[in-house]
């Protein structure tokens, strides 16, 4: 899913170094690129392959489908290929839109993927305008999605007002379905943190990249804010279940600190 040449997109040339070398440097950057790289227009998965879609074919390639937002990683490709890709038995294409949804944010699930990442949630957030994804699905395509998805177990599906999207193609929809986090998306003392990577407008909560949450969780546990504290995490299922909302505060935020010493 990665190689270790993806760790160019590690902005930080000291967290970058101690991942390139660790022998297990694919499994944390499956953590620390959460929500992952997307194309910011319409496109088709197919075959393992992106195809940007054009005028008039989304009319024609998400009729009959199930819109479903994508807050978080399946909005990427490289998602879509884990879950959509042959040999899983999805050989049918996956449509993805894009558009803005009003007075909400995309927000830090207060639960830990198997993976060791913060995923992402919908969060309501009055004035606020964020970037999403609809992803358009057949009945066994959701069918799969939802076991995907841990569903009920880390999420709930839903249905919410479609309305509230603008799709930069056009298409309109009254009702879209959404993964909801059964853990929620508030920490210590009511704190909701943004993903910094999903552009929004007029955002109210601040905005953390994934390493700045995973920091201060590690500190909060007691532990060295490290790449390998990612690897505890995939490894030991009941530290994630403790680390839920509860083990992350708002510290002071200036400065911002994404660094980590050698």
């Known amino acids: ?41 319409d496109f088709l998965f197919a075959d393992g392959t992106v195809r940007k879609m054009v005028a008039g074919d989304t009319d024609r390639l998400t009729a009959g489908r199930a819109p479903v937002l994508a807050v978080g990683s399946n909005r990427a490709p490289v998602q879509l290929a884990r879950k959509f890709a042959p040999p899983h038995h999805h050989e049918e294409p996956v449509p993805v839109t894009f558009g803005w949804m009003a007075n909400h944010d995309i927000v830090y699930s207060a639960h830990m993927a198997g993976y060791g990442a913060l995923p992402a949630t919908l969060a309501s957030s009055p004035g606020t305008m964020v970037r999403v994804a609809v992803t358009w699905l057949t009945p066994t395509q959701l069918s799969h999605m939802h076991s995907t998805e841990s569903v009920p177990d880390h999420y709930q599906y839903c249905q919410l007002d479609g309305t509230k999207i603008t799709l930069d193609c056009g298409l309109k929809t009254s009702r879209v379905g959404s993964y909801q986090s059964v853990a929620g998306h508030v920490f210590d003392h009511g704190d909701t943190f943004a993903l910094i990577d999903i552009p929004a407008r007029n955002r109210r909560f601040v905005a953390r990249s994934q390493w700045e949450m995973l920091s201060q969780i590690a500190r909060r546990a007691g532990h060295a804010p490290h790449p390998t504290f990612v690897l505890k995490l995939i490894d030991d299922a009941d530290l994630r279940r403790k680390l839920v909302g509860r083990y992350l505060k708002t510290p002071n935020l200036t400065p911002r600190r994404t660094s980590v010493p050698k």
């Open 1 to 41: 899913m990665f190689s270790i040449s993806d760790a160019h997109k590690i902005t930080d040339p000291v967290l970058r170094e101690q991942i390139e070398q660790h022998p297990r440097a694919q499994e944390i950057l499956r953590a620390f690129l959460y929500p992952y790289d997307a194309p910011d227009y």
